[in-house]
């Protein structure tokens, strides 16, 4: 299953983002989309998954184009975990969590008891399950973050989509949820993320893409597009490329 953008203008009303992009994700890869602040990263990201609607171009979700899909049929198919999430209401960590089964039923019917083991699930394989009963609002920013990390796993989904998910979390969680992606690709689901690290993208992404004010700069396997002048042009400042005594790389900004 593929979920593609083909000739996509993105952006808001009366102002264009970016325009010219093809982009794909095929189930079992995982896809690193990495360019500074302002460059249209997630506003790309939320034109693939059908909350803003391409000004230009056309998204697609296996054969059909994505606005066929109705809205619980996308969620079956698409999970997504936002850069932040705030909420004023102290649903309990379990709750939230279940909300991801909500595409597999409605948002008024009672949990089943498989809506409950997905969830338990979900939050076992975060290593979070003893905050199941905490208000969601008490928690850290890393806490949170994970929580919504097992919300969209809980949707059991074909694809997940992911906004700098490391962006709050600290370095142990950060290695967790780079772990969980290689998993969720072991899995057979297709990863899109966002970042800011190229070592992540490096260690965890099969291809990246690069964004820089709304243009592709480059785009392919992850070996062959991440070296020094590539990321230059794209961060607009001089990289240090480390290489250790096993051959891996590490790309650090002067």
Request: aromatic share 6%; no cysteine.
């Amino acid at each position: 299953m593929i979920l593609s953008g083909h000739a996509l203008t993105i952006g808001y009303s009366g102002h264009v983002v970016g325009s010219g992009l093809d982009v794909s994700l095929e189930t079992g890869e995982v896809l690193a989309l990495l360019g500074p602040n302002g460059g249209g990263k997630t506003t790309l990201l939320k034109t693939l998954l059908g909350l803003l609607a391409p000004q230009a171009g056309e998204v697609r979700l296996a054969d059909r184009p994505l606005s066929a899909y109705s809205n619980s049929e996308r969620a079956r198919l698409v999970a997504y975990v936002p850069q932040s999430h705030v909420t004023t209401f102290a649903f309990t960590v379990e709750t939230v969590v279940l909300m991801g089964r909500t595409a597999h039923g409605n948002l008024f019917s009672r949990p089943s008891e498989a809506d409950r083991d997905a969830a338990a699930r979900a939050l076992d394989r975060f290593g979070i399950a003893h905050l199941r009963g905490r208000p969601y609002t008490e928690l850290s920013g890393g806490e949170r973050q994970l929580v919504l990390l097992a919300r969209a796993l809980a949707q059991e989904p074909q694809f997940v989509v992911l906004d700098e998910p490391t962006a709050s979390l600290d370095f142990g969680n950060q290695g967790r949820v780079m772990h969980e992606i290689l998993a969720l690709k072991a899995s057979g689901h297709g990863v899109l993320f966002t970042t800011h690290d190229p070592n992540h993208a490096m260690r965890t992404a099969d291809r990246v893409y690069l964004l820089r004010q709304g243009a592709r700069i480059a785009e392919g396997a992850t070996g062959a597009v991440l070296d020094r002048p590539h990321l230059e042009a794209l961060y607009g400042t001089q990289v240090e490329l480390i290489t250790d005594h096993t051959g891996r790389t590490m790309f650090l900004p002067y």
